[in-house]
């Protein structure tokens, strides 16, 4: 018995030593990969040229997250300013993709709902369209 008991904690520390700094680098990964799509799309968005987020630059942060991070385009989330903001007021946008799991053995460290269910950046910028 003593020797089971043993047998399974080692396979238990083994397991989590093995396998949970990947799934803490995939979520982490995860996690920058929409503040980078978001903060470049934001940046083209309150430029002159634009002023606010058009079609086309949604399609191509849905297109980053899905063709280079590999994510599944039902589980991004956009929401923002599309319609034109003048120079000096503000461009908001909130980018969210479904979260990965955080732990090996979820029920062991509490609650399974603790993780958050997604992952959700905000950006602001002030705009530098020109309105005519």
């Given at each position: 018995?003593?020797?089971?008991?043993?047998?399974?904690?080692?396979?238990?520390i083994l397991m989590l030593?093995?396998?949970?700094?990947?799934?803490?680098?995939?979520?982490?990964?995860?996690?920058?990969?929409?503040?980078?799509?978001?903060?470049?799309?934001?940046?083209?968005a309150a430029n002159a040229?634009?002023?606010?987020?058009?079609?086309?630059?949604?399609?191509?942060?849905?297109?980053?997250l899905v063709h280079t991070?590999?994510?599944?385009?039902?589980?991004?989330?956009?929401?923002?300013?599309?319609?034109?903001?003048?120079?000096?007021?503000?461009?908001?946008?909130?980018?969210?993709?479904?979260?990965?799991?955080?732990?090996?053995?979820?029920?062991?460290?509490?609650?399974?709902?603790?993780?958050?269910?997604?992952?959700?950046?905000?950006?602001?910028?002030?705009?530098?369209?020109?309105?005519?």
């Open positions: 018995m003593k020797a089971a008991l043993v047998e399974m904690l080692t396979v238990y030593l093995l396998f949970q700094p990947i799934l803490h680098d995939i979520y982490s990964t995860r996690a920058n990969a929409v503040e980078m799509v978001l903060d470049s799309a934001i940046q083209k040229d634009n002023g606010r987020f058009t079609s086309e630059i949604i399609d191509e942060m849905r297109g980053t991070f590999l994510l599944d385009a039902n589980d991004i989330r956009f929401t923002g300013t599309t319609e034109l903001t003048p120079r000096g007021e503000y461009i908001e946008g909130k980018l969210s993709v479904k979260s990965t799991p955080r732990w090996l053995f979820r029920s062991m460290f509490g609650s399974v709902d603790r993780d958050p269910p997604e992952i959700v950046r905000y950006a602001k910028q002030m705009s530098e369209a020109l309105v005519r």
